[in-house]
């Protein structure tokens, strides 16, 4: 019952794969090992490594990459940031 512009139109799904296409060149740019498994999403500073549950495991390609970037973050932390800001 509320007004129509609460309810925006969905996505033209071309650009959301163009979208995506364009965060996975960026992400895949990025000098860090990404490896898919488990049920978890973390990085590991010992290893300099971000684990991800499959693509697949998440509800959107849009929340795999949110959480992607998340992770990532971590690292950004320990490349840019060394002095123990977390």
């Known amino acids: 019952g ?25 992400l895949d740019a990025i000098p860090i090992r990404v490896v898919h498994g488990g049920d978890s999403a973390h990085y590991t500073p010992s290893t300099d490594t971000v684990t991800l549950p499959p693509p697949q495991a998440f509800h959107s390609i849009e929340a795999y990459f949110s959480t992607r970037c998340h992770e990532l973050g971590h690292n950004a932390v320990t490349r840019i940031m060394p002095h123990g800001f977390r």
């Not at 007004?3 to 996975?24: C, F, M, N, R």
């Open 2 to 26: 509320l007004p129509t512009h609460y309810y925006p139109e969905p996505p033209d799904p071309k650009a959301i794969g163009g979208l995506s296409a364009g965060v996975q060149a960026f």
